[in-house]
Each structure stands twice: as C-alpha cells, then as structure tokens.
C-alpha cells in the first residue's frame, strides 16, 4: 500500500485478526500495540506502550500459523490470523504465572497492592489456582531506606519495566538486572546498593510502573478500601494496566 492509501485510511495499513476479530494496525504496530490500541486485551506483564517492548515474560504469546509469537515484540501483519484465547495458550500461561508465583513471595493476603496487582489481576483473569510446583521461599532483603519508596525485592518478577522508565523517561538509570538464570536480581545503581543513595524520586515514572507489589510510595498502602481497588470488580481485560490507575491503587 502506498502512503497515500495509508493516510486515508488514518495510517492504518491493514488489518489482521485475533480470534476472528478483525482488527486495523498502523505501520510499525506490533500485535500488541495494535490490539490494545482496539481494546482487545493480550495477557501481558512486561509490556508498557510508553517503553521499547522487552519480550521477557512470555504471557503475551500467541500463536500464528502454527507458530509462537510475542505479541509485544512481532509486528502485524496483512492477514495475519493470531489465536489468543485458546486452551493451549491459556495453560501454558498458568504454568507461567504458577514459576512466577512459586520464584518470589507472593504473599497476596498480606500485600498492600493485592487488588491492584497486575500479577494477581493476570492469575485471575487466565484462571490460576494454587501452585502445584514448590516454593523457592527466597530470602531478599526489603529496602525501606528511602523516605518516599521502598522496595521488596520478593515481590519483583524481573519484568524490567522500572529499569526500562529509569533509563528512557529521565535518563536516571536507577535500576539494573545482576546476575544471570536463577540469580538474576533487580538492583540500585548507587554507591551503596540502597534506594535512599539514588536519584530516584517518587514523582518519577520509575516509581509508578511496577505491576507488582516490590516498588511502592510509601505511607499510602491501603489508602483505598478492599473492594474498592482498580481489579476488585472488573477483571484485567476490561481494567487494562495498573500503571494506569496508579492514583487509585
Ligand atoms: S521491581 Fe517491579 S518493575 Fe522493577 S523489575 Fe521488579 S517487578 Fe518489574
Ligand atoms: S508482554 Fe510480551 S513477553 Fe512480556
């Protein structure tokens, strides 16, 4: 299609469908972007559309052609036909989110985020139930060092999005990953490895997109009554992100 076909049509340059919904995309748009752009939900953890796609936690994977594809990272297509919603997929994201669960301490009933975890809102909305793996019980540190932001490093699912804000928003840099497979670990670039010698202020994006309960503003947990929070009434697939319902959660 040439450009000028493309303008007219508002820079959509085709369409493809997700479980037979046919669906525009704009050139460049990842799968992804494309269907959160309609209004379709794709289980995902490590994406945010304000930062470069990371393809790590593999829940968005969808398939295509008989073929696994990262909706946040593979771009649409003409024609392209993506199942999402299948058994197989489904599963394969419990069994996902189960290794998520088991690798930190999710300890949802004692968590001030419980109600606003895009983690939990994800086992709720794909129909996880207890894990049948063993838990790793890891025992890392909480950083409460700095006066407006802790950190429970137990709660971090490496989803980078923190890293990614710090870097891309402001430049900061923050944050980075250390170690490698199962000793990977999120930690603070500063002097001494605590949150209080960093740069990182609270009115940073950096502090606002974790989808878990390891980065929180402090003296605000639960501010908003159970019942009350961004998932307690509406699953994820209607809510959408809990980075965007920061004020509320
Ligand atoms: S602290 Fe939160 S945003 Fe940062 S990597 Fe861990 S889970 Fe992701
Ligand atoms: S959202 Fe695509 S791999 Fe995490």
Redesign the pocket.
């Known amino acids: 299609m040439n450009l000028k076909a493309a303008t007219r049509l508002g820079g959509r340059i085709g369409h493809f469908s997700i479980d037979g919904v046919r669906l525009p995309f704009r050139e460049g748009q990842t799968i992804m972007a494309a269907a959160m752009e309609a209004g379709v939900y794709i289980p995902h953890l490590c994406y945010n559309p304000e930062f470069t796609p990371h393809g790590s936690c593999r829940l968005c994977v969808v398939r295509s052609n008989g073929r696994h594809l990262a909706a946040c990272t593979t771009p649409a297509a003409e024609g392209l036909e993506v199942e999402s919603y299948t058994d197989e997929l489904q599963e394969q994201r419990r069994e996902l989110l189960q290794m998520l669960f088991v690798e930190g301490n999710h300890v949802c009933p004692a968590c001030e985020k419980s109600g606003a975890c895009q983690l939990q809102a994800v086992a709720y909305y794909c129909g996880m139930l207890a894990p049948e793996l063993t838990y790793f019980y890891p025992q890392r540190t909480v950083d409460a060092s700095h006066p407006d932001i802790a950190?429970d490093y137990n709660?971090?699912?490496?989803?980078?999005?923190?890293?990614r804000a710090s870097r891309e928003a402001d430049g900061k840099n923050v944050?980075s990953i250390a170690g490698r497979g199962i000793h990977a670990h999120?930690q603070i670039n500063s002097s001494t490895g605590k949150l209080k010698d960093s740069d990182l202020e609270v009115t940073d994006k950096a502090a606002h997109?974790?989808?878990?309960g390891?980065?929180l503003p402090r003296n605000l947990g639960y501010n908003i009554p159970m019942g009350k929070r961004p998932y307690d009434q509406k699953p994820i697939s209607l809510v959408g992100d809990v980075a965007d319902h920061e004020e509320s959660s």
């Open positions: 950190i709660r971090c699912i490496l989803c980078e999005l923190c890293v944050f999120l997109v974790c989808p878990t390891a980065i």
